[in-house]
């Protein structure tokens, strides 16, 4: 510790007990239905309280780990590998696996011990809220696909939206997240590319596929098949590309919030997560899912051939 | 040289999604704001709007993170 650091530890100290004694003087003093005037002084003692402490616990440690805000940041496009019985494989692999791991085990308790107790006359707490959530499911993919009967679509959206949250959550123990990785989100674009070729395909047959990839116009079709074979297949890669630069745009953001605080990051990057490995995450994969959904839907139906004989003329519109 | 580039591509892109959204949204509370029932089914819409006019956003982003990380 140098002289700068004892002033600024000393400074913080008197801060924080004067802020300490006000607290407590102004929360004696409040009569027993406190308006909010009445309130502010305690409110604004409590504000200057959590500062000053803030600032101390910052001064300390910088002054013990030597740590100081840069903003130079260590990025990589693409994990770290390590070395695994010969195979070199990515970090971020390992991570998923974990998160599947604890997936498993969290689902298999639930499953085990809280699924039993379920009943259908006195449904409880959990039940309502697991039945929403499979409602919830249900509801947005019969909505986005329409009544063609796919029993394991829903259940795979929701296990591929859980599976993405646990990669963000691992987020908060310092590992860096599967979903910031391109090889995870090219995955992920890769299942929805199969399910919309499956999909289509179980419809309306490989025939059927065929017209629907080249229109309703059956002499446009040669022209138009190889042009929509080729924006079917950037359906996986810009899938993986919006997912990955989101997750890599929240984790820069931490990264360089954590670098420029330094040793004063106590606290702050825990709101700022509550946005970035939280609410972001949530918004990205409902409109992964909801985007694949919408690719699915794209891939399955079918336009009718126009006609050949002419339509009578549409009745003119009355003016209101 | 490369974080000029990376700045103009960002510049560039940041603009027309920002612009895409603004317009987007505007449109979507215009109709929420005329038929209220339908806001559910709205919001739905103009989610997936918004994230096909981020997404331009993002492709750019991603390759001015591949110019600046070089």
Redesign the interface.
């Known amino acids: 510790m140098d002289t700068k650091q004892i002033i600024m530890a000393a400074v913080g100290a008197v801060a924080l007990s004067a802020f300490l004694v006000g607290y407590v003087l102004t929360s004696r003093a409040l009569p027993k239905n406190p308006t909010k005037k009445q309130k502010r002084p305690k409110t604004l003692c409590f504000v200057g309280l959590l500062i000053s402490a803030w600032f101390l616990v910052g001064t300390f440690i910088t002054a013990f780990s030597g740590k100081k805000g840069h903003l130079a940041i260590e990025?990589?496009?693409f994990s770290e590998r390590v070395d695994l019985f010969g195979f070199s494989i990515a970090k971020t692999t390992i991570t998923g696996a974990g998160v599947l791991l604890a997936l498993i085990l969290l689902l298999a308790l639930v499953r085990i011990f809280i699924i039993p107790k379920f009943n259908v006359e006195t449904p409880g707490s959990a039940q309502s809220a697991l039945e929403m959530a499979v409602e919830f499911v249900d509801n947005t993919v019969r909505?986005a696909t329409g009544e063609f009967p796919m029993k394991s679509l829903p259940p795979f959206m929701l296990t591929i939206a859980l599976y993405m949250f646990g990669c963000a959550l691992s987020e908060l123990f310092g590992l860096r997240a599967p979903t910031s990785d391109l090889t995870f989100t090219f995955a992920l674009g890769l299942c929805t590319f199969f399910l919309l070729n499956y999909y289509g395909i179980r419809k309306n047959g490989v025939l059927g596929r065929l017209k629907n990839m080249g229109g309703a116009v059956p002499a446009m079709r040669p022209v138009m098949i190889p042009l929509k074979a080729v924006s079917d297949i950037s359906v996986p890669v810009?899938l993986a590309?919006?997912l990955?630069?989101?997750m890599?745009?929240g984790l820069l953001v931490m990264d360089l919030l954590k670098g420029v605080l330094g040793g004063y990051g106590s606290g702050i990057p825990a709101v700022a997560g509550l946005w970035f490995n939280l609410i972001h995450p949530g918004?990205q994969i409902?409109?992964f899912v909801?985007?694949s959904l919408?690719f699915i839907d794209e891939a399955m139906e079918l336009e009718e051939t126009p006609k050949k004989e002419k339509k009578p003329k549409k009745a003119k519109r009355s003016e209101a | 040289m490369n974080f000029i580039a990376a700045g103009i591509i960002m510049l560039g892109a940041v603009l027309g999604a920002g612009f895409g959204m603004c317009y987007a949204t505007s449109k979507a509370v215009d109709a929420a704001a005329r038929q209220p029932e339908a806001a559910s089914k709205i919001q739905?819409i103009l989610?997936?709007g918004c994230?096909?006019a981020?997404?331009t956003a993002?492709?750019a982003?991603?390759v001015a993170?591949?110019l600046a990380?070089k």
Do not use: D, K, P
Request: net charge negative; hydrophobic share 55%; charged share 10%.
């Open positions: 990025f990589e496009m909505n810009s590309a919006r990955y630069g989101n890599v745009g918004l409902y409109i909801t985007l919408t | 739905t989610l997936l994230a096909l981020e997404s993002i492709y982003f991603v993170l591949l990380m």
